[in-house]
C-alpha cells in the first residue's frame, strides 16, 4: 500500500522560503518520477515540479528559478526548497507521481505567504 506524507508548510512572509518534504512508503522514488503539486482555494490542481526518474527536473513557468525538487533516495523521501515565496505561493501542495493516481493522494501540507 503507497502511503505520500508531505511535512514543511506553514506560514511565511513574501520573500521568505520553505522546504516542503514528501515521505513515501509502498514506492520507490528512485525509480518512479515524481511530481510536487499544489492547489490554491478556488483553483484547480496545478504541476508545480517534476523529476524524472533519470534525475532530470522540470518546473512551471511561474516557480521557475525560485523552486528546486530534489529526493533522498536513501530515505525515500521528496524535496520542494522555495525561495522567495510570493502570496500566489498560498495553496496546499501535495506529492504525487507523474500521472498522479488518486489512491496515493495525501493530506497535503499548507503554505500560506503573507505580503
Known amino acids: 500500500q503507497v502511503q505520500l506524507v508531505e511535512s514543511g508548510g506553514g506560514l511565511v512572509q513574501a520573500g521568505g522560503s520553505l522546504r516542503l518534504s514528501c515521505a513515501g512508503s509502498?514506492?520507490?522514488?528512485?525509480?518512479?518520477?515524481m511530481r510536487w503539486y499544489r492547489q490554491a482555494p478556488g483553483k484547480q490542481r496545478e504541476v508545480v515540479a517534476t523529476?524524472?526518474?533519470?534525475?532530470?527536473?522540470a518546473y512551471a513557468d511561474s516557480v521557475k528559478g525560485r523552486f528546486t525538487i530534489s529526493r533522498d533516495n536513501a530515505k525515500n523521501t521528496l524535496y520542494l526548497q522555495m525561495n522567495s515565496l510570493k502570496p500566489d505561493d498560498t495553496a496546499v501542495y501535495y506529492c504525487n507521481t507523474w500521472n498522479p493516481i488518486r489512491g496515493y493522494w495525501g493530506q497535503g501540507t499548507q503554505v500560506t505567504v503573507s505580503s
Open positions: 523529476i524524472l526518474s533519470g534525475g532530470s527536473t
Open positions: 509502498g514506492i520507490n522514488f528512485s525509480t518512479n518520477s
